[in-house]
């Protein structure tokens, strides 16, 4: 049986961010010094459910169910001996050893939980990456991203609506709705891909002719498709996208978004119905101001230890980390 005293002396480890790294971490955690009593493990997180990111551009087309594909992290602390704490964490105070967790608002933008701050013995940042729309204008205004679950819902119902009114527009002759995806990365890759699945199946209920349902341009600065991954992969992505009628645009730069589409380096319009920014990334904001040392898209700098290179008491996990 604990003390009290005990419980008062307990390292409290708080890891921000319950993704890929930050759910695998409190789990490990949680059932090795949790659930003995060692020390006190508490997660926050702005969401209440996790999907993991790989799946999101799933939930974007409508493949994947987050009712059932979801984990729900309170019911996942309680069965793996960590706390959970809903919240956007927004800074953190070194001096105090207390991070601030922004106020948590209805529907509505009422206040239901009152700004907060929750000290930490330990701190482990695992809060992931944002698109990085690299200060194009227009990006914010036109275009979806795909960083989080609501906002792949958000294009899915979207892209559902552009179907809808594509089809009402010219009666009974279906024109095509024309999506463009900025960015040959992991995501605009795969929804290409999972985009015309999601085709084949609308198909199947209410329209014969699939191809000129939809049409995807998938723009991309560089020489080619998948640039961090070996070019023979590349090559054969590539060759299926083509196959499945998605039209590749390499070495296109993009300087400007307008409500019409794209415009390229050589002010060329890429006209579309629905646009994706999909064309790398950044950490919030915020990271910069907490003086922990960062690098030109905000990940704080570690050492192969995951200590930041600034405070011994903040470690770093995912991509909000770099070593350099
Ligand atoms: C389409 C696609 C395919 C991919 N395929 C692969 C693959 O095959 N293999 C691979 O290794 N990687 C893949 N990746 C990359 C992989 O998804 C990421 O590297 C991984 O998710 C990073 O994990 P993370 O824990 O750092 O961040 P994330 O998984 O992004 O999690 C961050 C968490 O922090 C929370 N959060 C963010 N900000 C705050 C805040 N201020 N306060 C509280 N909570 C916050 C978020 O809600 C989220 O739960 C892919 C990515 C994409 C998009």
Partial sequence: MQTSLEQQTMPHLVVVGGGAGGL???????????????????????????????????????SLDTEIDAVVYRAHAARHGYQFQLGAVSGINRAKNEIIIDPILDDSGNIIVDA?????????????????????????????????????????????????KNGQENGNQVSPTRLAIVG???????????????????SVYDFDKKNERLSINLI?????ILPVLPERIAESAS???????????????????????????????????????????????????????????????????????TDDSVYVIGDCGSIP
């Avoid at 083509?242 to 645009?249: C, D, H, M, P």
């Fill in 220 to 224: 991309e600065a560089g020489p080619r």
């Fill in 116 to 164: 907060r701050t929750l000290q930490y013995d330990r701190l482990i940042l695992a809060i992931g990456s944002v698109s990085n729309d690299f200060g194009t204008p227009g990006v914010s205004k036109y275009c979806n991203m795909l960083d989080s679950n609501e906002q792949a819902q958000k294009f899915q119902k979207t892209l559902l609506n552009q179907f809808l």
């Fill in 239 to 309: 060759e299926e996208l083509e196959k499945l009628g998605v039209e590749i645009r390499t070495n296109t730069r993009i300087t400007k978004v307008v409500s019409e589409g794209f415009i390229d380096a050589d002010n060329n319009l890429i006209p579309a119905d629905l646009m994706v920014w999909a064309a790398g990334v950044k950490v919030q904001s915020w990271v910069v101001d907490t003086g922990l040392e960062v690098n030109s898209i905000n990940q704080v700098e570690c050492m192969p230890s995951l200590k930041s290179k």
């Fill in 184 to 202: 040959a990365g992991a995501t605009g890759v795969e929804l290409s891909a999972e985009l015309h699945h999601v085709v084949e199946v609308l």
């Fill in 24 to 62: 695998e971490l409190v789990t490990a955690l949680g059932r090795k010094l949790g659930r003995k009593g060692k020390a006190k493990i508490t997660l926050i997180d702005k969401h209440r459910i996790h999907i993991w990111k790989p799946l999101l551009h799933e939930v974007a087309t409508g």
